[in-house]
T-cell receptor, first 111, second 112 residues
Framework: GQQLNQSPQSMFIQEGEDVSMNCTSS?????WLWYKQDPGEGPVLLIA?????ELTSNGRLTAQFGITRKDSFLNISASIPSDVGIYFC???????????FGTGTSLTVIP | DAGITQSPRHKVTETGTPVTLRCHQT?????MYWYRQDPGHGLRLIHY???????DKGEVSDGYSVSRSKTEDFLLTLESATSSQTSVYFC???????????FGSGTQLSVL
């Protein structure tokens, strides 16, 4: 199946620091989605991206659709304790209905 | 809240027994999906539906079947559960093909 490489696998940061994570694919994607998952819950959609180069913000979160269409980036500014969780990327190719998911970035925020 | 209810939330069963998981949506979305989540693999698509009685396989469909007799309900059945099917199962919905996915809260299934 399609592999999405998400990095880093885990991050430990101080409260107030900025966070960056990324997702890369071997295929060109038409859509990128970013999710956050808390323990025992389902993934919650944070940001959706539909065009190469697109930059979209949701509060302190900003995501970008890479120019090559094979990558996407998520930044969190001024992290707070409630940002703790696992962040997933998901991508969809131009043809086909299926979204492929990365293996997640686990974020720990130290107060 | 995306209006998705999964039941049961937790289930423990024995190898060889049949198991059915239910997903119910109140959004009237056309597309419904079943994913499984395992450490190191991310979310992987089992089956999806694009309308009543219209279903298709995902990348990990072996050992699973689905049915959709009403727009709001999508059932996932393990005909004869195996220990390799121990996982967390998520239902998702989307309004149209390739559109944003919204997830339920998941079902933790343990096959002993």
């Amino acid at each position: 199946g399609q592999q999405l490489n998400q990095s880093p696998q885990s991050m430990f940061i101080q409260e107030g620091e900025d966070v960056s994570m990324n997702c890369t694919s071997s295929s060109i994607f038409n859509t990128w989605l970013w999710y956050k998952q808390d323990p025992g819950e389902g993934p919650v959609l944070l940001i959706a991206l539909y065009k190469a180069g697109e930059l979209t913000s949701n509060g302190r979160l900003t995501a970008q659709f890479g120019i090559t269409r094979k990558d996407s980036f998520l930044n969190i500014s001024a992290s707070i304790p409630s940002d703790v969780g696992i962040y997933f990327c998901a991508g969809r190719r131009r043809t086909g209905n299926q979204f492929y998911f990365g293996t997640g970035t686990s974020l720990t925020v130290i107060p | 809240d995306a209006g998705i209810t999964q039941s049961p939330r937790h289930k423990v069963t024995e190898t060889g027994t049949p198991v059915t998981l239910r997903c119910h949506q109140t959004e009237n979305h056309r597309y419904m999906y079943w994913y499984r989540q395992d450490p190191g693999h991310g979310l992987r698509l089992i089956h999806y539906s694009y309308g009543v009685k219209d279903t298709d396989k995902g990348e990990v469909s072996d050992g699973y079947s689905v049915s959709r007799s009403k727009t709001e309900d999508f059932l996932l059945t393990l005909e004869s559960a195996t220990s390799s099917q121990t996982s967390v199962y998520f239902c998702a919905i989307s309004k149209g093909q390739g559109e944003k996915l919204f997830f339920g809260s998941g079902t933790q299934l343990s096959v002993l």
